[in-house]
């Protein structure tokens, strides 16, 4: 029974650290304590001003709020100011100017204001995705800040990012500082620093205590604070608590002893917030409050019309509350605003952005962030339960066995929903009751009856193999295809499965030549990961040799077959070119890989190249007499490489793409960019295969003479 729970307990703390393992703790554990929680009662000096389709209807406006007037906006900012506003955040794009007098009493009221926030979108360079969602083109993510246009930044006290993932993707977790836009500070780090600027002065004074060679280039009190940017200050801040990772604890223990005589109770709450926000981790996980609308919402309409802390007779004090104002309601998931949450169901409900933003601040501001256990307590968790888990199913009969791993899990999930209900603390729910509880079970039916709990560490270990060749693999392909003064160069690969097949190179020979190779392995395995580094190793030793391209193929093949002997069935299809930059001549030799094609700028015609030699694939005869084939290009061509996946890919009615089709889009897209180019054969390949399964992997290499 022992050795049964110790088996149980490593194969979870093993399976603990995989990336699915991980996203299913996400996405379903926490979930599922947010559910069983239940709603929580939020901050109330939290307030959410909506723009919704009441509001829309009661203003006779459009319905799409960004054809709404500025000038609106400027009314509601000089209510929300006169109704005693701590600070007021806009989750709404003013990227464009527009009517010209609404946008100057837009201006005006932020400038006399001087408390509002204004929201800037990253925009990221979107790369295009097979119908799997796997990213097929480009190798990085690069994202822009879009501030809002110039009249309207300069009149707002501080210009912000506040990014989500989009559906269908889950928002568990915010960002306290953008690290994709400089470690710039979100919109509820400026917003919470704002409302708490009257304690700046006591900040200061703690870091010049504790960091005084670092304090110095701060703003000495909130009066110098007036006359800087909020939003620099907040980042040199936070450079201070990031020189200092111990900062934090040190600020937090005085904080602590100074409670105990502190006659303003708010300012320790304050100050601890302001510590915890700036020494915290930048990603933490968000402690929803509820459904939509948990948070206190006023519809826009009516906080127009709020006077004296009250809607008509209804009281709606804003005094010393932070405001957030944008598109929020009960909403479907075709709405631009709108993300899928814990609280989302399947009828399309979905929360918006600018309740995501208030909910953060709330969390920050009360100091109430969901708290994972830390890896120390998580592996002795996920050991010790494992051990008892093993012992419980073991220790009697079957059917007992079954009723204690039940009773064992049902009292582990009352445990983790009190911590979570009463602590916020985040105990994993997926490896201890979806995983280790059935697993325990299935070993001890296994040990009973034979094979089955054999059959399930196979499994395991197949999954392990396949990890590890998988991360071998991407450790291979290049980060980005490297740049040429006179060319263009790009590049695509997508595997049909978790480990692919395919790989390419890129090789800097010397100033005037550059090689580069596009290969397909049969296995897909950790094998065929291992003969990949092989292949791409000794193409690039052989490459340092200063040897002609057809020698450097036959030295590999020698070599290859010498290294895959044992692994029977083993070869690799593979092309091999060397480009002389400054003579723009290419020469190539193929062993068994697909044919490349020449795009001419001249004719407009593409035409299969036939590669000179023996096409064997690498590793499987000894003596195989690959020739170089030279090809001379002018400006304008194009060369596009690519593996058999490609002409072979299959749509649902079992169809291949084909060559033909291949060189009518070829042709049909010249005279593009590379990048262009490459997403555009990309965006054919994937509009034929539609939803059917991806039978081989897709990789591409695309080069363009200037």
Same mark, same amino acid.
Not at 1 to 8: E, F, W
Not at 36 to 46: F, M, N, Q, S, T
Not at 348 to 374: K, L, R
Not at 554 to 568: E, S
């Given at each position: 029974?022992?050795v049964?729970?110790?088996?149980?307990?490593v194969?979870?703390?093993?399976?603990?650290?995989?990336?699915f393992?991980m996203?299913?703790?996400?996405?379903?554990?926490?979930?599922?304590?947010?559910?069983?929680?239940?709603?929580?009662?939020?901050?109330a000096?939290?307030?959410?001003?909506?723009?919704?389709?009441?509001?829309?209807?009661?203003?006779?406006?459009?319905?799409?709020?960004?054809?709404?007037?500025?000038?609106?906006?400027?009314?509601?900012?000089?209510?929300?100011?006169?109704?005693?506003?701590?600070?007021?955040?806009?989750?709404v794009?003013?990227i464009?100017?527009?009517?010209?007098?609404?946008?100057?009493?837009? #201006?005006?009221?932020?400038?006399?204001?001087?408390n509002?926030?204004?929201?800037?979108?990253?925009?990221?360079?979107?790369?295009?995705?097979s119908?799997?969602?796997?990213?097929?083109?480009g190798?990085?993510?690069i994202? @822009?800040?879009?501030?809002?246009?110039?009249l309207?930044?300069?009149?707002? &006290?501080?210009?912000?990012? %506040?990014?989500?993932?989009?559906?269908? !993707?889950?928002?568990?977790?915010?960002?306290?500082?953008?690290?994709?836009?400089?470690?710039?500070?979100?919109?509820?780090?400026?917003?919470?620093?704002?409302?708490?600027?009257?304690?700046?002065?006591?900040l200061?004074?703690?870091?010049?205590? %504790? +960091?005084p060679?670092?304090?110095?280039? *701060?703003?000495?009190?909130?009066?110098? *604070?007036?006359?800087?940017?909020?939003?620099?200050? =907040?980042?040199?801040?936070?450079?201070?608590?990031?020189a200092?990772?111990?900062?934090?604890?040190?600020?937090?223990?005085? *904080?602590?002893?100074?409670?105990?005589?502190?006659?303003?109770?708010?300012?320790?709450?304050?100050l601890?917030?302001?510590?915890?926000m700036?020494?915290?981790?930048t990603?933490?996980?968000?402690?929803y409050?509820?459904?939509?609308?948990?948070?206190?919402?006023?519809?826009?309409?009516?906080?127009?019309?709020?006077?004296?802390?009250?809607?008509?007779?209804?009281?709606?004090?804003?005094?010393?509350?932070?405001?957030?104002?944008?598109?929020?309601?009960?909403? &479907?998931?075709?709405?631009?605003?709108?993300?899928?949450?814990?609280?989302?169901?399947?009828?399309?409900? %979905?929360?918006?952005?600018?309740?995501?933003?208030?909910?953060?601040?709330?969390?920050?501001?009360?100091?109430q962030?969901?708290?994972?256990?830390? *890896?120390?307590?998580? =592996?002795?968790?996920?050991?010790?339960w494992g051990?008892? &888990?093993? =012992?419980?199913?073991?220790? +009697?009969?079957?059917?007992i066995?079954?009723?204690?791993?039940?009773?064992?899990?049902?009292?582990?999930?009352?445990?983790?929903?009190?911590?979570?209900?009463?602590?916020n603390?985040?105990?994993?729910?997926v490896?201890?009751? !979806?995983?280790?509880?059935?697993?325990?079970?299935?070993?001890?039916?296994?040990?009973?009856?034979?094979?089955?709990?054999?059959?399930? &560490?196979?499994?395991?270990?197949?999954?392990?193999?396949?990890?590890?060749?998988?991360?071998?693999?991407?450790?291979?392909?290049?980060?980005?295809?490297?740049?040429?003064?006179?060319?263009?160069?790009?590049?695509?690969?997508?595997?049909?499965?978790?480990?692919?097949?395919?790989? %390419?190179?890129? =090789?800097?020979?010397?100033?005037?030549?550059?090689? !580069?190779?596009?290969?397909?392995?049969?296995?897909?395995?950790?094998s065929?990961?291992?003969?990949?580094? #092989?292949?791409?190793?000794?193409?690039?030793?052989?490459?340092?040799?200063?040897?002609?391209?057809?020698?450097?193929?036959k030295?590999?093949?020698?070599?290859?077959?010498?290294?895959?002997t044992?692994?029977?069935?083993?070869?690799?299809?593979?092309?091999y070119?060397?480009?002389?930059?400054?003579?723009?001549?290419?020469?190539?030799?193929?062993?068994?890989?697909?044919?490349?094609?020449?795009?001419s700028?001249?004719?407009?015609?593409?035409?299969?190249?036939?590669?000179?030699?023996d096409?064997?694939?690498?590793?499987?005869?000894?003596d195989?007499?690959?020739?170089?084939?030279?090809?001379?290009?002018?400006?304008?061509?194009?060369?596009?490489?690519?593996?058999?996946?490609?002409?072979?890919?299959?749509?649902? @009615?079992?169809?291949?793409?084909?060559?033909?089709?291949?060189?009518?889009?070829?042709?049909?897209?010249?005279?593009?960019?590379?990048?262009?180019?490459?997403?555009?054969?990309?965006?054919d390949?994937?509009?034929?295969?539609?939803?059917?399964?991806?039978?081989?992997?897709?990789?591409?290499?695309?080069?363009?003479?200037?």
């Amino acid at each position: 029974a022992a050795v049964l729970g110790i088996v149980v307990g490593v194969l979870g703390l093993l399976i603990s650290p995989f990336q699915f393992a991980m996203n299913l703790e996400e996405d379903t554990g926490v979930g599922l304590l947010f559910k069983l929680r239940g709603p929580r009662k939020p901050p109330a000096d939290v307030v959410v001003v909506s723009i919704d389709k009441q509001s829309s209807d009661r203003l006779d406006l459009n319905n799409n709020p960004d054809k709404w007037p500025r000038s609106l906006h400027a009314q509601l900012t000089e209510n929300l100011t006169r109704e005693g506003a701590r600070v007021v955040a806009f989750d709404v794009h003013f990227i464009e100017p527009k009517n010209a007098e609404d946008d100057n009493l837009f #201006a005006q009221s932020l400038q006399n204001a001087q408390n509002v926030i204004l929201t800037e979108p990253l925009v990221p360079k979107e790369l295009p995705t097979s119908e799997n969602g796997a990213a097929v083109a480009g190798f990085h993510n690069i994202v @822009k800040i879009v501030k809002p246009f110039d009249l309207l930044a300069d009149a707002a &006290l501080a210009t912000a990012p %506040f990014t989500l993932p989009r559906i269908p !993707f889950k928002v568990n977790r915010y960002w306290t500082f953008q690290t994709s836009a400089g470690d710039s500070p979100t919109v509820p780090v400026v917003a919470f620093q704002l409302s708490t600027l009257e304690y700046y002065d006591e900040l200061i004074k703690l870091l010049e205590k %504790f +960091s005084p060679d670092q304090v110095d280039k *701060l703003p000495s009190d909130r009066e110098a *604070l007036a006359s800087s940017s909020i939003k620099r200050v =907040i980042r040199e801040i936070h450079e201070i608590f990031q020189a200092d990772p111990r900062l934090e604890l040190k600020l937090l223990a005085e *904080l602590e002893t100074a409670k105990q005589t502190a006659s303003d109770p708010d300012a320790y709450d304050a100050l601890s917030g302001l510590v915890k926000m700036y020494g915290g981790p930048t990603s933490r996980y968000i402690n929803y409050y509820g459904p939509p609308r948990t948070i206190k919402t006023i519809p826009y309409y009516q906080a127009l019309q709020i006077r004296d802390g009250k809607y008509e007779e209804r009281p709606m004090d804003l005094n010393g509350k932070a405001v957030f104002v944008g598109l929020s309601e009960i909403l &479907l998931a075709d709405r631009k605003d709108s993300f899928y949450t814990v609280y989302s169901t399947a009828d399309g409900i %979905f929360v918006s952005g600018v309740e995501i933003m208030a909910s953060v601040f709330a969390n920050i501001s009360d100091d109430q962030p969901i708290q994972p256990i830390g *890896l120390k307590s998580n =592996i002795l968790l996920v050991l010790l339960w494992g051990i008892l &888990l093993g =012992i419980a199913c073991r220790i +009697s009969s079957m059917k007992i066995g079954a009723l204690n791993a039940i009773g064992l899990s049902v009292f582990y999930l009352a445990a983790a929903v009190y911590m979570f209900k009463a602590k916020n603390v985040w105990y994993p729910l997926v490896i201890p009751l !979806f995983f280790q509880a059935p697993l325990a079970y299935l070993g001890a039916a296994a040990i009973e009856h034979g094979s089955l709990f054999k059959e399930v &560490l196979s499994k395991l270990r197949m999954e392990r193999d396949l990890s590890v060749a998988r991360d071998i693999q991407m450790s291979m392909m290049p980060e980005s295809c490297p740049t040429i003064e006179g060319y263009q160069i790009a590049a695509s690969s997508t595997p049909a499965r978790e480990v692919s097949g395919d790989f %390419f190179d890129f =090789i800097d020979i010397d100033d005037s030549n550059i090689g !580069f190779v596009i290969a397909d392995v049969t296995g897909k395995s950790v094998s065929g990961a291992l003969v990949m580094t #092989a292949a791409k190793s000794v193409f690039r030793l052989l490459s340092e040799e200063k040897l002609s391209v057809g020698e450097i193929m036959k030295r590999a093949n020698k070599q290859i077959k010498k290294d895959i002997t044992r692994a029977k069935g083993m070869f690799v299809a593979l092309l091999y070119a060397v480009l002389n930059k400054d003579e723009k001549r290419l020469g190539m030799c193929s062993a068994g890989q697909t044919q490349p094609i020449l795009l001419s700028a001249k004719t407009g015609e593409a035409k299969l190249i036939e590669t000179e030699g023996d096409a064997f694939p690498l590793g499987i005869i000894d003596d195989a007499d690959y020739q170089e084939t030279m090809l001379q290009l002018d400006s304008g061509d194009l060369a596009i490489f690519y593996t058999d996946g490609v002409v072979e890919a299959m749509n649902k @009615k079992g169809k291949m793409y084909g060559f033909d089709r291949f060189l009518e889009v070829i042709k049909g897209n010249s005279g593009l960019d590379a990048d262009i180019f490459l997403e555009k054969l990309i965006n054919d390949i994937n509009s034929f295969v539609g939803k059917a399964e991806q039978h081989d992997d897709l990789t591409i290499v695309v080069i363009k003479v200037d």
